[in-house]
């Protein structure tokens, strides 16, 4: 059974930083690719970032390039967000996704499993 958790959210103030976690099992996750996504209330899931396994290549949403950094460790079986220089319009809901692929993915739809999210605010 694939599970994936979630971690690290909090309440933070503008400006701070906060790392979030995931930890998965149940799945081979050396050869999964990974995403953050995030869903603020009365708004669409939105991508945030994603990494592939096959060369780690790494893709961000335009709105937390620079700010925002993924990375993973497939020994661990952990894919992290260090979020830097918060913004209250970072205020959501991060959720992990995990799809069986060697390709980025951007759309929610086209991930296999999710977690169920951390709570991050951001207060101004």
């Known amino acids: 059974q694939v599970q994936l958790v979630e971690s690290g959210g909090g309440m933070v103030q503008a400006g701070a930083s906060l790392r979030v976690s995931c930890a998965a099992s149940g799945l081979t996750f050396s050869r999964y690719t990974m995403g953050w996504f995030r869903q603020a209330p009365g708004k669409d899931r939105e991508f945030v970032a994603c990494?592939?396994?096959?060369?780690?290549?790494?893709y961000y949403a335009d709105s937390v390039k620079g700010r925002f950094t993924m990375s993973r460790d497939n020994i661990k079986n952990m894919a992290y967000l260090q979020m830097n220089s918060l913004k209250p319009e970072d205020t959501a809901v991060y959720y992990c996704?995990?799809?069986?692929?060697?390709?980025?993915?951007?759309?929610?739809?086209?991930?296999?499993?999710w977690g169920q999210g951390t709570q991050v605010t951001v207060s101004s």
């Open positions: 996704a995990a799809k069986r692929d060697i390709y980025y993915y951007r759309t929610p739809t086209e991930y296999d499993y």
């Open positions: 990494m592939t396994w096959s060369d780690g290549s790494t």
